[in-house]
């Protein structure tokens, strides 16, 4: 008989989509994962992709599933995972986290719903020294 593999469940790391300002003063939005532990994330890997179904049609659209390896995220720390363009707000942004700490694997998938970034929802991220939209 096969046994459910359980993974150790995640803590204390986030997924932030935080607004901040270009050098030529623009607002832009960047994707970034925060270590909020006091332990190091090792190996860290994100998988990123955007998809949203059109409930008249069904039909599906779908971005490129694209993959950063960020390596070490050292405790209360960020890293930057990828620039995020505000068309693509009206879709379910899916981060998939994988990560080693204490020896042990970890991942979870963190989805900003379609809307869900926005004014509205933006909170202080210390670790950033900005305003994001904040998944744990």
């Known amino acids: 008989m096969k046994e459910k593999i359980r993974s150790p469940k ?4 986030a997924v932030v989509v935080a607004k901040e300002r270009n050098k030529e003063n623009e607002i832009v939005y960047n994707v970034f994962v ?7 994330l090792e190996g860290v890997l994100v998988s990123s992709k955007g998809y ?5 049609t069904g039909e599906m659209t779908k971005t ?7 390596g070490i995220i050292p405790p209360h720390a960020a890293k930057l995972v990828e620039p995020i363009m505000e ?35 933006l909170v202080f991220v210390p670790v950033l020294g900005v305003y994001g939209v904040v998944i744990e």
């Open 87 to 121: 068309e693509l707000f009206a879709l379910n942004n899916e981060y998939l986290v994988s990560f080693w700490k204490n020896n042990t694997l970890h991942d979870k998938k963190y989805i900003f719903l379609p809307e869900s970034i926005q004014e509205k929802n």
């Open 64 to 70: 490129s599933t694209l993959r950063h390896f960020l």
């Open 52 to 56: 949203v179904k059109n409930q008249e």
């Open 34 to 40: 925060v270590n909020n532990s006091d332990e190091i």
């Open 10 to 13: 995640v803590e204390h790391v």
